[in-house]
């Protein structure tokens, strides 16, 4: 007899999202291959590794996306059409980023003279503004009344991640301003802008933890704006290293900073689980109790 595995029932109703995302994994493993097979470098500006990082962290956006879109509480013509735009949006990133580097092409800021990639590049960026404008429109779907009284705690979990998320954007903005990723003397942009979509990982999970633990509900959201509101912190202080032109893995006060506050997120995730696990075991667990 084989025994399937259930999938989770936001995987079932976000199937086609999740799909999309899973693609980018794959397109990201291909350039992976190609780039350890032949060199990263592809003449005259491409760059297999920035298609292997983006395609992979797009995927990963993707799937973490489907899986809070459910708690959007959208009717199904709104959710339909937030679905389908990112999907379609998704499809175009992957094509500029993974064919365009293949080509020796940048995607973004463009050095060809060919009308093709010039055209690839405006898109891109329109494409890029796009993504923003809609993630706010489901941004807006969580400070509903009753989308929040659905599911309290992890509707205030998605609402810090999402704000981690606008951070990114804008971060995504100022690269585009800026012509690169680099900035002043040895700030890096990319690792901020990056930092920040891992909030819609971390942060919905550690909501979702305290609702399979004990203790009050207001107890309950004590963790989850503990560990969001650190997170921000940690993102905000990393920015301002970043935007002074230091380099994150410098030894400074930023630096130290930084790493204590997403040691806080990552102690606010195990207070979580153990909540969990104390419920299980049929003891609740207060998080206020010591």
């Not at 980018?24 to 291959?33: D, E, K, N």
């Not at 990082?53 to 959710?79: E, H, Q, Y």
């Not at 997170?231 to 400074?252: K, Y």
Request: glycine residues 12%.
């Amino acid at each position: 007899m084989v025994i399937g595995m259930r999938l989770p029932d936001w995987v079932k109703s976000e199937r086609s999202l999740v799909y999309t995302g899973l693609l980018g994994l794959a397109l990201s493993v291909i350039c992976l291959v190609m780039a350890v097979v032949g060199g990263g470098e592809v003449e005259p500006h491409g760059d297999l590794w920035k298609a292997v990082s983006f395609d992979a962290a797009l995927g990963v956006f993707l799937i973490s996306t489907a899986a809070i879109l459910p708690a959007a509480g959208m009717k199904k013509g709104s959710s339909a059409f937030f679905r389908w735009s990112y999907i379609a949006l998704g499809l175009y990133c992957y094509f500029a980023e993974t064919v365009q580097n293949m080509r020796g092409v940048d995607p973004r800021f463009t050095e060809s003279a060919l009308a093709f990639d010039q055209a690839v590049a405006n898109i891109f960026t329109t494409v890029a503004m796009l993504l923003i404008v809609f993630y706010l429109f489901f941004m807006v779907q969580f400070y509903r009344r009753k989308v929040f009284k659905s599911n309290p705690e992890l509707v205030l979990g998605i609402r810090y991640a999402i704000a981690a998320v606008m951070v990114s954007f804008a971060v995504g903005i100022s690269i585009s301003v800026n012509g690169g990723r680099y900035i002043g003397g040895e700030g890096n942009l990319i690792w901020l802008h990056g930092m920040g979509f891992h909030a819609l990982q971390a942060l919905p999970i550690i909501a979702w933890l305290t609702t399979r633990g004990g203790g009050a509900l207001r107890e309950r959201k004590r963790i989850i704006h503990f560990s969001g509101a650190a997170f921000l912190c940690g993102l905000l202080i990393m920015g301002w290293q970043t935007f002074e032109g230091r380099p994150l893995l410098e030894w400074s006060g930023y630096s130290a900073a930084t790493a204590a506050f997403f040691l806080l997120v990552a102690a606010s995730a195990v207070k979580a689980w153990m909540g969990r696990g104390a419920r299980k075991a049929g003891h609740p667990v207060s998080l206020s109790s010591e």
